[in-house]
């Protein structure tokens, strides 16, 4: 928020991540925006998917994840998110899954990630194999498509190179194409 502030007072962050998540955001420019895109995310009409590097294989392919995560504000509420996810390679005690957020909780996609039993390789917090804990996060914020005044965005982030030292590059951006292509 500073940095944009910085650049221009009427920039609004609207798409927010942890600061060790990499991948898109969504700046408005304007506070007409700002609201719109407010309204969208809502209604749910912002598709977001998530690329995931996580330790081990989840006991499903893919599913439907809900949990009641507590708040950070009060830990004794809680609210419910719920995430699709589906694994697209399993590879080295490893496993690449996209994660689909429709509901936007703090930590959602680390806590599904845990809860499942495949925590994010480098996720200090949420996964516990000391065997990763040096690694650089495996999270990354990689599709996102809504509709606005009438014109439909469809944006596809970059995966960082650190992702690549635990997947084949070519194999595997392929599924992940194949999958959100469908």
Known sequence: DDIIKKISQQYNLVHRLDKETSGLLI???????????GNLFREQKIEKTYVAVCHSMPKNNESIVRLNIPSKINPDKSSLSITK??????QKKSSVILFKPLTGKTHQLRIVSQNIGSPIIGDNKYNKYNKYNLEKLKL??????FVLNGKDYIFK?????????FFDKKSSMSKIDKYLSS
């Open 27 to 37: 700046i408005s420019k304007n506070i007409k925006t700002t609201k719109a895109f």
């Open 140 to 145: 990354n914020a990689y599709f996102l498509k």
């Open 85 to 90: 996810y589906k694994v697209v390679l399993n």
């Open 157 to 165: 982030s970059l995966l960082p190179n650190h992702f690549f030292y």
